[in-house]
Structures are given as C-alpha cells and as structure tokens.
C-alpha cells in the first residue's frame, strides 16, 4: 500500500500540486491521466524522491506502514522499495540484455577477479522466469521490439527474489508512450502480472483505452488538483476528457490575453530582414513522404496558417517534428520549403538558409545553450551583424526582451541554465522568430511553462501567423490547438485520419481531446 496526503509542490509563478492525496493500492493497476501541465510529472517525481513537498503543507506519505513527511531523495525512495520505468527505457542499443543487466545490477566477480558472466546469464534467466519473458540474455537491445524493451525495463526495476519482496510500488511513467498499438496488448498483460504479485502498479498514460483493459482505479489530475478519483469503469470516455480539460473560463481568458499582437515587425527592420509580402502563398509541403512511423504523409501550410497536429505515440506524430527539423531523415517523397525541394540528407542548417526555423520540446539539450549568458542565446544567429555594432546589439537585446516579456533579472550575463523555464522559452522564441522565418515549426511549446508565459508563447505565434509565417505546432494539449490553430491534422498509423477545422465546427476542444486521448 503507498498513499500521499495534502501533497502540494509549487515552483515560482505556479502551483504544480495543490493539496493532491491518492491511495494505491496492492494487486491493483491504478492510472494517473491528465493533460501536459497537469501535474502528473510532478507526482512521479515527488514519490520518487526528485522533488520536495512545500513547507507546512502538512504532507505525508505512507509505504506499508513506513511514514515520512518527505522523501529526501531518488536513492532513498529506491531504498524504501519505490521503482520506475519512463518513457526511454535505460538500455543501450550495442548492449546485449545480459551487459544491460550487469550494468543496471552490478558486475558480479568470480575468484579471480573477473567479470562472473556465468553468474549474470544465470541472474537473467531467472528473472527472466518470474516475469514469464521468453528471450535470450545474449539478444542486442538493438533488436528488441518496444514492448520487450519495455517489459525488460520493468524486470530490471523490480528483480527477483529479495529484490522484489521490497518493491513496494513500481511507477511507469508513459512507459507505454513508445509502444506500437499492435505490441500494447503484449505488454499490458505483463503490467497485470505485476499487479497480481501484489505491487500497486501506478501507470501515468494517455491512452485511454488502457483503462478498460487493464486498470482497476482511476485518479485524474488538472491544474494541479485531483479531480476525479474512482474505479475504472467510472472512468468513461466521456469523464476522463470533460475532467482532463481546462474550464472553458480558464482557456477564455488566456485567449482575450493573447489578443494583443507581438510587434515583430520591429525587431525584423532592426536586422534588416524584410517583412513578408501580404499574399497568402504555399510555404511548405509535404508529397508522399515515407519515414520510421510515417506513411505517404502528404499536406501543405500557407503562410497564414497556424496547423496543428495530434496523433497517439503509435501515429507517427511524434517523428514528424524531427522531420520537419532535419534530425531523422525520409526514405522517400518529397519536402518542398519555399518552392524549393529539400535532400533527402536534409539537415537543421538546410532547412534554416530556407527560413524554416524549429522551437524544440527539449529547450535544456537543444533548445539553448546554458552555460552561455541569456544575451549570447537570444542573439547568436544574428552574431556577425553585431561584431562591430554593440550599439546595434543592445537595442536589438532590449526590444526582444520587452516583446518577448523577457525577465533578465540584475544580471544579464547569468548563465541561461539559471533562469525560469518560463523566460528561457521566451528568449529561445525571441531568438528564432527574429529570423522572420517562412516556416516556423514548434514541438510542445509550453511545456513546462508557467501560466504567465504561455500567454506570451500563445500571442508569438497569432503574431508571427499575422505577419505571414506559416506556423506548424505540435502539443498534447487540446485546448492550446483549439485556441490558436487554423486546423488540426490528426495521424494515425503514420496518415492523416483527420482534418479539424473551425470552418465546419469540428475543430473543439473535445474533438481534439478525444484523438489526443482516445
């Protein structure tokens, strides 16, 4: 049994939890759903130990009886027998799963003071055995399908024998993310196995029809408080959407917010780059285009669109912003920016002489450098302009700041890793759109932003759409595609399946909640 009481975790301008309590239970799969922003990161990390409680929150968790205020840290919450599974799972690819085992466990040594590979074969066969895997130790990850990577992820974080009399919870935060629809149902059934051994199964998914298959309970998390918490047959279709959305209230004021427009057009005559011509024209175009998860994908943008795409892991979504990026290459059709047909070897730097500019998800790995200085990342692409120009520079640095509503602080040479979430992502906007790109393509663009930031990401794209850019916009929250998008193209299986559009009133918050969800 694993409960958490009165949990509230907050970081500056938001409150990631709010008096969240929820009970899991032994022999019992219990799902955590809820949108991007929700909360959900945030529990995951506080059983495990990453983040801290608030003071005098009256906080209190209980592990088989053991009761704590807090837990201090990661190795203590494995100590106390909680485990996890994220989305990636830790095993490398020219590994085989023995060498995976060994390191995850410990090298055993024989007498001599070798590695014992004898006894890790041995060690993973029989835990092997436990969970009922069927694959040889000597297999090279490389070769595993996702649902075997993932199982033996799980068998990593639980063991065997005593190891797995001590795990009292095992956490899979969208463990099942990567998952192929085809291999879910494989993988599911090891989840319940799990349950049955009698370790709470705690699933953090977005995919709903996981719920019925395996699920007993059902907790939902919006805006940091827990708003729904029941059995799973409860837990329709219908009440899990209707309680993952924001209140209509809460998405209407962020609209009447984003009303006012960014003047980007200043920034741009600074840096003499041109504005872009008043005629609506195709900016970017997809024809057939094959890669890892998609399938003859073909569509357009115009350089007054804001499109939106939505897709579950299986659909190919989540490979199409590395295409449109230059990270992962196409096996064939065509990806035309500008009228201009790119290689099929197209790379970031191609793709940018082109004005396609891209807004990663992972601002801390790609998004900006940290250790340089809030200046040097707003203004690097435009770098050589400013080589004998400091005077140049500093207007250009101020008039992005007050844009972009960036908060420098009293130290505009701290190192960028130091700053907010909220004010990296609007440096890293500032950054890009000052380009005045043709296309500009942003993955999950308010992830992990406060409430007062995303208000300016959301008035950074209605601008730069204005002003005759196409924009592309990846994001598993409904109500921002149902705010800003002209359409929405839903993926499935690597095609389109759907095209939302206010048009002919199918492009809602709840039409596409259920494509994001369902």
Not at 111 to 124: E, P
Not at 212 to 227: A, H, M, P, R, S
Not at 250 to 276: G, S
Not at 321 to 336: A, E, I, N, T, Y
Request: aromatic share 6%; hydrophobic share 40%; net charge negative.
């Amino acid at each position: 049994m694993l409960t958490a009481n009165h949990i509230s975790v907050s970081f500056p301008g938001v409150k990631a939890l709010d008096d969240v309590s929820v009970e899991f239970k032994p022999n019992r799969v219990h799902a955590v759903l809820g949108a991007n922003g929700s909360g959900k990161s945030t529990l995951v990390k506080f059983l495990t130990g990453v983040y801290q409680p608030d003071r005098d929150c009256g906080s209190e968790i209980n592990i088989d009886g053991t009761v704590l205020g807090r837990i201090e840290n990661p190795s203590v919450a494995y100590d106390l027998g909680i485990r996890v599974v994220h989305q990636e799972t830790p095993l490398i690819d020219t590994f085989t799963i023995a060498e995976c085992v060994a390191l995850f466990k410990g090298y055993p040594k024989n007498r001599f003071g070798n590695i014992d590979w004898k006894h890790v074969y041995d060690y993973v066969t029989e835990l092997f055995e436990v969970f009922n895997i069927g694959i040889s130790p000597k297999t090279l990850t490389t070769n595993l399908k996702a649902s075997e990577r993932n199982m033996i992820a799980m068998a990593i974080a639980i063991g065997k024998g005593e190891e797995l009399k001590r795990t009292k919870a095992l956490i899979l935060d969208e463990a099942d993310a990567s998952i192929p629809e085809a291999e879910a149902e494989f993988f599911l059934e090891h989840v319940r196995k799990i349950a049955d051994m009698g370790i709470p199964v705690i699933t953090v998914t977005h995919r709903l029809k996981e719920i019925k298959k395996i699920c007993d309970d059902v907790t939902i998390l919006n805006g940091g408080k827990v708003v729904f918490s029941g059995l799973s047959e409860e837990a329709t279709e219908e009440v899990v959407i209707a309680n993952m959305l924001k209140k209509h209230d809460d998405t209407a004021d962020e609209l009447k917010a984003a009303d006012e427009e960014l003047d980007l057009v200043d920034i741009w005559k600074m840096l003499d780059r041109k504005p872009h011509e008043d005629v609506v024209k195709t900016v970017l175009e997809f024809k057939d285009v094959q890669a890892k998860n998609i399938d003859g994908l073909s569509f357009t943008v115009k350089n007054n669109e804001i499109i939106g795409f939505v897709g579950l892991g299986d659909s190919g979504v989540g490979e199409l912003p590395s295409l449109l990026g230059g990270m992962m290459q196409r096996k064939s059709g065509d990806f035309v920016v500008n009228g201009h047909e790119m290689p099929m070897s197209t790379s970031p730097r191609t793709l940018y002489k082109q004005g396609l500019n891209m807004l990663p998800c992972d601002r801390i790995r790609n998004g900006g450098i940290m250790s340089c200085s809030l200046r040097d990342n707003m203004l690097m692409p435009n770098e050589i302009k400013f080589w004998h120009n400091r005077k140049l520079a500093k207007k250009v640095m101020k008039t992005c700041i007050n844009v972009f509503d960036v908060n420098p602080g009293h130290d505009m040479n701290m190192k960028f890793g130091k700053f907010s979430g909220g004010n990296q992502q609007k440096a890293i906007l500032a950054k890009w759109l000052s380009l005045s790109p043709s296309v500009f393509v942003l993955d999950d663009p308010t992830y992990g932003v406060d409430p007062a930031s995303r208000i300016t990401v959301f008035e950074a794209i209605k601008s730069a759409s204005e002003n005759h850019v196409g924009v592309v916009i990846f994001s598993t929250e409904p109500e921002q595609l149902a705010l800003i998008c002209t359409r929405v193209i839903v993926l499935q299986h690597g095609k389109i399946a759907a095209e939302l559009t206010h048009e002919d009133g199918s492009l809602t918050r709840e039409s596409v909640a259920r494509w994001c969800y369902a």
